[in-house]
Structures are given as structure tokens and as C-alpha cells.
């Protein structure tokens, strides 16, 4: 069973997308800083993946 939140532990939607976009960049930070793959390769992949294609 789980257990039900209070609203002080309730993340809102807006937190969740700034806190899933910081961890993002960080991984593409890190990606491009070890020469595995550039921003824009990166934007590829996700745009591929967007599209269905990967």
C-alpha cells in the first residue's frame, strides 16, 4: 500500500520540469565535456527519438 502525501511533499509540475531539465543538462554538459557527442548530436538523438525513429 503506499502512503499519501501532504501537500508540503507534493513536488509541483513546474518543479519537476525544472529539476528534470537540470539533470538533462547536466548529463549533456558532461556528454559533450568527455567528447562523447555534442549538444547538437545530442538534439539529434532526441529528436529521433521524438520522431519514432530510434
Excluded: C, F, P, W
Excluded at 529539476?19 to 559533450?32: D, F, G, P, Q
Excluded at 562523447?36 to 529521433?48: A, F, H, N, P, S
Amino acid at each position: 500500500m503506499t502512503n499519501k502525501l501532504d501537500d508540503e511533499q507534493m513536488l509541483s509540475l513546474e518543479e519537476l520540469v525544472v529539476s528534470h531539465s537540470y539533470e538533462m543538462l547536466a548529463l549533456i554538459t558532461v556528454l559533450e565535456k568527455k567528447g562523447i557527442m555534442t549538444r547538437g548530436e545530442v538534439i539529434e538523438v532526441i529528436k529521433e527519438l521524438r520522431d519514432g525513429q530510434g
